[in-house]
């Protein structure tokens, strides 16, 4: 059964730092790893979608890697602004079945 | 529409009511999925849709949770009976492909079910 996990779960920053957030996942057997934003009371808001023979993809001041091998993908957030406090959460597709398999989320606070 | 759209927006019942749950997802669209979200959680699926077709419907917690999208489009979540547990945000995607397409899931604002 594939497991998400996403370090940390909570995150705090002043404005203006680059951030890192980590997911990973125990079967490398996917189909693609998509990332999304989610605002409080919001549903979920497409990032980035990185397919698995891929090995990034950027948008604007978003870059997501992904390592299938080693079952790890990072989210780089460039020059962090206060609206970009959110919970982010990564969610893996497998290679046989349609649902995402999604991580518990890291919670993203950026101080002005 | 523009996207995803699903009603009520926040539902408040009593244990033992039944509740549907509406979601019309963006047009043309192939693929529909429910999923359950509980507070501090991450999404969890709960049923797919191909066009009319229910092809997996294996995350239902229950034989109280029913589905179904009659004319491919709009589909409706049915829960029976209801109990505490149930109590969360239900979210619905969809996508332009079908599901195994690399086509990315877009989700509407959810459902938010409380059960008294």
């Known amino acids: 059964k594939q497991e998400v996990t996403q370090i940390p779960a909570a995150l705090s920053v002043p404005e203006g730092e680059n951030l890192v957030l980590n997911c990973s996942f125990t079967?490398?057997?996917?189909?693609?790893l998509q990332w999304f934003r989610q605002d409080p009371g919001k549903g979920l808001t497409s990032l980035l979608l990185?397919?698995?023979?891929?090995r990034e993809q950027t948008s604007g001041r978003l870059n997501a890697s992904l390592d299938k091998s080693s079952g790890r993908s990072t989210l780089y957030i460039a020059a962090s602004q206060p609206g970009d406090s959110a919970t982010y959460l990564c969610a893996v597709k497998g290679g046989s079945n349609y649902k995402l398999t999604f991580g518990k989320g890291t919670l993203l606070t950026v101080n002005p | 529409g523009a996207g995803v759209s699903q009603s009520p927006r926040y539902k408040v019942a009593k244990r033992g009511q039944d509740v549907a749950l509406r979601c019309d997802p963006i047009?043309?669209?192939?693929?529909l999925f429910w999923y359950q979200q509980a507070l501090g959680q991450g999404p969890e699926f709960l049923t797919y849709?191909?066009?009319?077709?229910?092809?997996?419907k294996s995350g239902l917690p229950s034989d109280r949770f029913f589905a179904e999208r009659p004319e491919g489009s709009v589909s409706t979540l049915k829960i029976q009976r209801t109990q505490q547990e149930d109590s969360a945000v239900y979210l619905c995607a969809s996508s332009l492909g079908r599901g195994t397409s690399n086509q990315p899931q877009h989700f509407g604002d959810g459902t938010r079910l409380s059960i008294l």
């Open positions: 079967d490398s057997a996917i189909y693609n």
């Open positions: 849709f191909q066009n009319e077709a229910q092809l997996d």
């Open positions: 990185i397919q698995s023979s891929q």
């Open positions: 047009s043309g669209h192939v693929s």
